[in-house]
């Protein structure tokens, strides 16, 4: 049978399924629902399996002519339910389902609850503007075998849309340990000016040998580079950050990874240019 669970949400309402389902129970559940969507339009739906045993050959041939007629009713559909069948069943009803189903488990019913109640992806996709062109586009390099093919796109893709190209080389500060791994404080200063001087001189070069008559800034920071690269991308409004990646995705995957932690972390589009 159907039981309703109250719910204190305007379009969500949720039902617990328990024994097996007949077609006297669809006679009586099915107008209850039809009257909810018509009056809401439509609604999310939580159904919550608790001792079913599934359906006889009517119920079955209820459910589905109802699901037929009705697939664009639903927002959202969370299925929490206590075995794989029920997990099984979720997946089934997808393709019947305009709007986003989802399984979870029984002892996970928070976050099912917690899902029906944030705001929509519809709502979302409404308000985000078009993706418009690139204005400022940062090409992140740390000068690795490779990187040069990662600068060409950055080139490419600033002449394409005539927008601002950076480039930006994080110089990581250097701690050095003795033998009872104590750091070891340098001059701090003469260091840092040498690598920044070695920065800037490799940066000339790359520039020289690819952006030669080009209008490309330039900038060396100092600093961890993930965290360097993205309150740059904010602070100079850039609206793409261009990295190189090593290997086939395996390694820009890794959590530790610059690439990744930009893709995970910039408000802004990442591109990731594969380097060999
Ligand atoms: P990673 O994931 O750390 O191997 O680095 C991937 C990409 O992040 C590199 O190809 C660069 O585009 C960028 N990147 C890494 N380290 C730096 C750095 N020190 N300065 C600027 N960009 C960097």
Redesign the pocket.
């Known amino acids: 049978m159907f039981q309703e669970i109250p719910v204190n949400e305007e379009n969500i309402f949720a039902f617990r399924v328990t024994g097996k389902l007949t077609h006297a129970d669809y006679q009586a559940f099915l107008p209850t629902l039809e009257g909810l969507i018509e009056q809401q339009g439509r609604i999310s739906l939580l159904i919550e399996f608790d001792g079913f045993r599934g359906w006889d050959l009517e119920a079955m041939r209820d459910d589905f002519e109802f699901g037929m007629a009705h697939r664009d009713a639903f927002e959202r559909f969370a299925m929490v339910g206590e075995n794989r069948w029920q997990r099984w069943m979720a997946a089934m009803a997808k393709p019947f389902v305009d709007g986003e189903v989802r399984y979870f488990e029984r002892n996970d019913i928070q976050a099912a609850w917690d899902w029906l109640q944030e705001p929509g992806d519809a709502t979302q996709s409404e308000t985000l503007p078009d993706p418009g062109p690139f204005h400022h586009i940062l ?4 000068f ?1 075998v490779g ?1 040069e093919r ?1 600068a060409r796109r950055a080139m490419e893709l600033a002449g394409c849309y005539s927008a601002r190209l950076t480039f ?5 500060d250097l701690v050095f340990y003795d033998e009872a791994y104590d750091p070891i404080i340098p001059d701090r200063l003469e260091l840092d000016e040498q690598m920044q001087d070695i920065a800037k001189q490799r940066m000339a070069k790359l520039l020289q040998e690819i952006a030669a008559g080009t209008k490309v800034r330039s900038e060396v920071q100092f600093g961890m ?2 965290h ?2 993205l309150s740059y991308s904010v602070a100079q409004d850039v609206d793409l950050i ?5 290997g086939h995705g395996g ?2 995957r890794l959590p ?7 893709v995970n972390s910039a408000s802004c589009e990442v591109l ?1 240019v594969p ?1 060999v």
């Open positions: 090409m992140a390099t740390d690795s990187a990662a930006l080389q994080v110089v990581e580079p993930r360097a690269i261009v990295v190189g990646r090593h390694i820009s530790g990874s610059t690439a990744s932690s930009l990731t380097l």
